[in-house]
Nanobody
Framework: QVQLVESGGRLVQAGGSLRLSCAASGRTFSSYIMGWYRQAPGKEREFVATISWAGGRTDYADSVKGRFTISRDNAKNTVYLQMNSLKVEDTSVYYC?????????????????WGQGTQVTVSS
């Protein structure tokens, strides 16, 4: 049982940085793989990144690898997405997810809980 609330989305200039936060309620935060997904206008939801229960494993979409960093602070029940070198194509609604397990890989993680999303708009 977990509720997720994203924050931090805003308008940012291309090349800039932004940090998204996802605050989780409940006492079981540390038992979940946490993920970030995004959905751009006219596109399907896509995987961005996941982080394991203790933070030892992180996975990233090829499109963001080297630019984005996912982290978690279990004491604060919060997961973060640090986004650097932002591109216009990063413009999306970003969703936080709590996932019970990996599938065949991080991209196919089984996520049972989702936040409401936070809008990130990157301008040129």
């Amino acid at each position: 049982q977990v509720q997720l609330v994203e924050s931090g989305g805003r308008l940012v200039q291309a090349g800039g940085s932004l940090r998204l936060s996802c605050a989780a309620s409940g006492r079981t935060f540390s038992s979940y793989i946490m993920g970030w997904y995004r959905q751009a206008p006219g596109k399907e939801r896509e995987f961005v990144a996941t982080i394991s229960w203790a933070g030892g494993r992180t996975d990233y979409a090829d499109s963001v690898k080297g630019r984005f960093t996912i982290s978690r602070d279990n004491a604060k029940n919060t997961v973060y997405l640090q986004m650097n070198s932002l591109k216009v194509e990063d413009t999306s609604v970003y969703y936080c997810a709590a996932c019970q397990s990996y599938g065949m890989n991080a991209i196919t993680s089984r996520c049972g809980y989702w936040g409401q999303g936070t809008q990130v708009t990157v301008s040129s």
